[in-house]
Nanobody
Framework: QVQLEESGGGLVQAGGSLRLSCAGS????????MGWFRRAPGKEHEFVGA???????NYADSVKSRFTISRDTARNTVFLQMNSLKPEDTASYYC????????WGQGTQVTVSS
C-alpha cells in the first residue's frame, strides 16, 4: 500500500504563494490519479483538484486559475502550486489516491493572513 506525506505548508500573506509536496512511498504514484484536498477546522475534506495518470488536471471552482497540480515521476511526488492565496484558503492540505483512498497522511497546514 502506498503511504503519503504532505509538506510545504506555512504562513503566508494574502496574495502570496506556496508549493505543497505529496511524497509517495511503498508504490509509485505515477500509476494513480491523485487528488489534493483541504480541511478547515470543523469542516469535512474539500476537493481542491486532481491529476490523472496521464497528466490531465481539474480543479474546484474556488481555486481554478490560482492553483496548479503537477507531478514529478522520478521523485514519486505530486505538487500543488498555490498562487494568489486568500485567507479562505487557510486549511490543512492533504493528498490522496483516486478514486479509492488510501490512509490519509498528516497533512500540511496552510495559513493565509489578510
Amino acid at each position: 500500500q502506498v503511504q503519503l506525506e504532505e509538506s510545504g505548508g506555512g504562513l503566508v500573506q494574502a496574495g502570496g504563494s506556496l508549493r505543497l509536496s505529496c511524497a509517495g512511498s511503498g508504490r509509485t504514484l505515477s500509476t494513480y490519479a491523485m487528488g489534493w484536498f483541504r480541511r478547515a477546522p470543523g469542516k469535512e475534506h474539500e476537493f481542491v483538484g486532481a491529476i490523472s495518470w496521464r497528466g490531465n488536471t481539474n480543479y474546484a471552482d474556488s481555486v481554478k486559475s490560482r492553483f496548479t497540480i503537477s507531478r514529478d515521476t522520478a521523485r514519486n511526488t505530486v505538487f500543488l502550486q498555490m498562487n494568489s492565496l486568500k485567507p479562505e484558503d487557510t486549511a490543512s492540505y492533504y493528498c490522496n489516491t483516486l478514486p479509492f483512498y488510501v490512509d490519509w497522511g498528516q497533512g500540511t497546514q496552510v495559513t493565509v493572513s489578510s
